[in-house]
């Protein structure tokens, strides 16, 4: 495969990561009005590369 072909499906994944957890977080405050803010944890496997990667944060607060 090459580079640009990797780096097309690698963008078109965290599209889909990125726009599908948005959704999930929404709907999830908009059923708990009063979560936020809340801390949240994303975490991406790769098990055939042995990769793990973790990113912490919060959401909600005053901006």
Not at 12 to 26: A, D, H, M, N, W
Request: charged share 20%; proline share 3%; glycine share 10%.
């Amino acid at each position: 495969m090459s580079d640009d072909a990797v780096n097309m499906s690698m963008r078109k994944f965290l599209k889909q990561v990125g726009v599908t957890s948005q959704q999930e977080i929404e709907a999830a405050l908009r059923a708990n009005p009063g979560a936020a803010p809340v801390k949240v944890r994303m975490e991406l496997t790769i098990e055939a590369l042995g990769l793990t990667h973790v990113v912490e944060g919060e959401i909600g607060g005053t901006s």
